[in-house]
């Protein structure tokens, strides 16, 4: 059973890979390792705030941190990659900007991997492509599929945006942001899902989109 | 860089290791030994859908969804039977693990391992899904993730309705 996650994973991978070949303008230099690496710094971070948040110690129980499945915390792990991200590209302006496409591609990925898990279904639809779970009768959304067209749509038009500091990441956190929020209601939930996350990476979007470029030039003229 | 991570990793591990305190056992009481026959004729005067859970102290994984059955009980508990089963365990280990975890849910003692063997499931945990009157609808071997809990549960609810 877990190996259908590394599946999933690995399509995630995959689906990041060819993003950054087909999207390869102004890329930093490493740009496979660097996601790589910021992403599972995020996982292991994610999955920490996740433990902690259950009342589970990692000290008194420092082999859960492995069971990934056990749940990873979406917001820190977002805010974790990101960090890592600009941490890594602090020289490079433009290098969050030439990721961001590929990224979406890479999250595309990831929800397409459902298909690997046998996960993709959500809420019951009368809809004609909605499918069952086998052996039932209730045909549901397949969500996770909506989730991984919407992410590599976006990724296209994300490439598609002209040069402006800032621009293509924050359109890619409100895209990678809105296809989760506009999915999750069709995504039977115990807790609810990380709904505020979505609104905040929207929000956090739509500011660097705006901001972004004045952010960087009072930066530029700050005395060092 | 990486020196830094380390840093607030370990800060993070230290900080939440601070809540370490041994769970008050005194009100559990022994749980009650079952066989698979016995389980089975329990699921079958159940008129309600029910999820099953099969868990054992020892075991690491049933740690990390051990809370999200509880919530899951505390939002779904008036519709569905919550029923747990702890294998090859003790009765002192068990009684941790609840208190620990406050499972406020039916908990049954199977030593040797004869329901999840009678149904077909494999490993620790296992998450099986029944229809009233004890049907089997499916089992998810391993750990279940928030979605497969809340997806199977959707369903439990579609098909008794």
Known sequence: ?224 | MLERLALIVLGMLVVTSCSGEAADTTDIGDLPSIDAAGFEAHLAALERPAVVNVWASWCLPCRSEAPLLAEAHAIHGDRIEFIGVDVEDSQAGAKEFLAEFGLMFDQFFDERRSIPNFYGGFGTPITMFFAPHGELVRIHNGVVDERSLALNIDELIQLSS
Request: net charge positive; aromatic share 8%.
């Open chain 1, 1 to 224: 059973m877990e190996f259908t996650l590394l599946w999933a994973v690995l399509t995630a991978v995959a689906l990041g890979w060819v993003g950054l070949r087909i999207w390869d303008e102004r890329l930093p230099e490493d740009p496979f390792d660097l996601l790589i690496g910021a992403a599972l710094v995020a996982l292991v971070v994610g999955r920490l705030t996740a433990m902690v948040s259950q009342g589970v110690s990692p000290i008194t129980n420092p082999g859960d941190i492995i069971v990934i499945r056990g749940g990873v915390h979406t917001g820190a792990a977002a805010i974790t990659f990101l960090t890592a991200l600009l941490w890594k590209t602090r020289e490079d302006r433009t290098a969050l900007d030439a990721l961001a496409p590929a990224i979406l591609l890479a999250l595309a990925g990831w929800h397409a991997g459902c298909l690997w898990r046998d996960a993709c279904l959500g809420a019951p639809s009368d809809l004609p492509w909605a499918w069952a779970l086998p052996g039932s009768t209730v045909n549901r959304h397949p969500v996770e599929i909506y989730a991984a067209i919407g992410l590599a749509l976006g990724g296209w038009l994300v490439a598609s945006l002209p040069w402006r500091i800032w621009l293509r990441a924050g359109s890619a956190l409100v895209v990678a942001s809105g296809v989760r929020l506009l999915t999750e209601t069709m995504r039977p939930s115990i807790t609810g899902g990380p709904t505020r996350w979505y609104v905040a990476g929207m929000i956090a979007g739509v500011i660097l989109v705006i901001a972004g470029p004045r952010l960087i030039r009072s930066r530029s003229r700050a005395p060092t």
